[in-house]
């Protein structure tokens, strides 16, 4: 903590719970009490129950489930791949041509996701590129969303690297290939991985894009949530609202502990 005396450490930790609590924790702790609440007609919830969560761990919920992560998963690894190579790219260009390519990157995520989700619709629900009712709609539109964070990470952890590395490694023979494989892309790691991660969550609670695009067969839990409150059922989507938290925590946890292991290599 910057503060240095006694009082203004308090003073933060103070003004930190004030405003961290109210704006935060206590939504997520609405959505946690609803979950196990069968009605809220007063101040706190009545009703105990975990019932909520029987459905929320099986049937559709656990297939909506299956399809935000197979879709997550796979719209990071092409967010991460492209982005990286974008980055890479941008980085032996002039101002002028990166520039460009950041505001290229950064157009989907300056407008609505639901204008990405029309623009996707429209560029691919004709020959040759006919991928409107299938999967991989999804997928893409996730993977446009969520592109602009990874290409941004990257490009911010180039900008930090030591070109002494790749001049050293270059004085010694080593082919631009072996550079980038053996030197640029392990000093990488620590941003791939947090720009991995950031991905995840990010496609993990896309709905506005979404909504337009998904078919029958492959509906993501926020889909399910957003069906199941505007239908009244609001404890049983807080308890699948609940689970996709926690799922997309375990992740996160996850790519947090690889991240870890790479700073130390």
Request: proline share 6%; hydrophobic share 55%; glycine share 6%.
């Amino acid at each position: 903590m910057l503060v240095h005396s006694r009082t203004g450490k308090w003073a933060a930790w103070v003004l930190f719970f004030v405003l961290f609590v109210p704006l935060f924790a206590l939504p997520m702790f609405v959505i946690v009490a609803a979950s196990f609440s069968t009605n809220w007609s007063g101040a706190f919830p009545s009703g105990p129950t975990a019932g909520h969560y029987t459905s929320a761990v099986r049937g559709e919920s656990l297939q909506a489930l299956t399809t935000s992560l197979v879709t997550a998963l796979t719209a990071s690894l092409l967010a991460l791949t492209f982005g990286t190579w974008a980055a890479l790219a941008a980085a032996s260009l002039k101002n002028r041509g990166k520039r460009l390519l950041d505001a290229l990157f950064m157009l989907p995520v300056a407008v609505p996701s639901v204008v990405v989700g029309l623009a996707v619709l429209v560029a691919f629900s004709q020959p040759p590129f006919l991928l409107n009712g299938t999967r991989w709609i999804v997928i893409l539109a996730h993977a446009v969303l969520v592109t602009a964070f990874a290409y941004q990470s990257v490009s911010a952890a180039i900008l930090r690297l030591d070109p002494m590395y790749e001049q050293a490694a270059a004085s010694l023979g080593a082919r631009p290939s072996y550079v980038l494989w053996k030197v640029k892309l392990p000093l990488l790691l620590p941003s791939l991985n947090a720009a991995a991660g950031l991905c995840f969550a990010l496609s993990m609670g896309e709905l506005s894009a979404t909504m337009m695009l998904y078919p029958p067969d492959w509906m993501p839990l926020p889909v399910q949530i957003f069906t199941a409150t505007d239908r009244g059922s609001l404890f049983t989507g807080s308890a699948v609202a609940v689970v996709l938290m926690g799922t997309t925590l375990l992740v996160l946890l996850a790519v947090s502990r690889i991240r870890t292991k790479a700073s130390y290599r």
